[in-house]
Antibody, heavy 122, light 112 residues
Framework: QVQLVQSGAEVKKPGSSVKVSCKAS????????ISWVRQAPGQGLEWMGR????????NYAQKFQGRVTITADKSTSTAYMELSSLRSEDTAVYYC???????????????WGQGTMVTVSS | DIVMTQTPLSLSVTPGQPASISCKSS???????????LYWYLQKPGQPPQLLIY???NRFSGVPDRFSGSGSGTDFTLKISRVEAEDVGVYYC?????????FGQGTKLEIK
């Protein structure tokens, strides 16, 4: 059973960057896209962007364009999300989630990471 | 961006009673490939979201049959035939017909 295992909680200063990892345990990224979704305290879900590891192509939500970089290392089945120029409003739980491109259920987030809390505070 | 609007934003239901959540999209989620890209997730307290329903009406593996999804085009509904205590949490609809993927605001279900 594939699991997505994320890196641990982070506390960052405003203006700095954070890089969160997401490793597929018990499987690989083949035929999947990995998205990053964040959730501010007490708020809803917000899609940030995705990467299709076999193609190395990333897409980003307009809101985060220029501040977020999503990458993947196929050799270790690990995806990364780096967010720069952090501000207090970026305090949130960051989730990675897997989306199948060719198998059912297609285009759904069927497996999620456990979440990584990122706190931005001076 | 496609806007997803859920109603109600909160529900309080007696165990054994039904519940219904509406989700409306600002654009049709029916693709030319014949599929409708509407999904339902449940986020239980302290957990990541979990997939309940894919493509409007298909229950994901392990999801009890008291959960059902329906709808077409821009109007969708999630129904729970008999609410149980384990169903508490926040329900989200989501579209993946186009980037950026967008979620509804969430509907919080609590037990009376």
């Amino acid at each position: 059973q594939v699991q997505l295992v994320q890196s641990g909680a982070e506390v960052k200063k405003p203006g700095s960057s954070v890089k969160v990892s997401c490793k597929a345990s018990g499987g690989t990224f083949s035929s999947y896209a990995i998205s990053w979704v964040r959730q501010a305290p007490g708020q809803g879900l917000e899609w940030m962007g995705r990467i299709i590891p076999i193609f190395g192509i990333a897409n980003y939500a307009q809101k985060f364009q220029g501040r977020v970089t999503i990458t993947a290392d196929k050799s270790t089945s690990t995806a990364y999300m780096e967010l720069s120029s952090l501000r207090s409003e970026d305090t949130a739980v960051y989730y990675c989630a897997r989306m199948a491109m060719t198998t059912v259920p297609q285009d759904a987030f069927d497996i999620w990471g456990q979440g990584t809390m990122v706190t931005v505070s001076s | 961006d496609i806007v997803m609007t859920q109603t109600p934003l909160s529900l309080s239901v007696t165990p054994g009673q039904p519940a219904s959540i509406s989700c409306k999209s600002s654009q049709s989620l029916l693709h030319s490939d014949g599929k409708t890209y509407l999904y339902w997730y449940l986020q239980k307290p302290g957990q990541p979201p979990q997939l309940l329903i894919y493509e409007v009406s298909n229950r994901f593996s392990g999801v009890p049959d008291r959960f059902s999804g329906s709808g077409s085009g821009t109007d969708f509904t999630l129904k729970i035939s008999r609410v149980e205590a384990e169903d508490v949490g926040v329900y989200y609809c989501m579209q993946s017909i186009q980037l950026p993927y967008t979620f509804g605001q969430g509907t919080k279900l609590e037990i009376k």
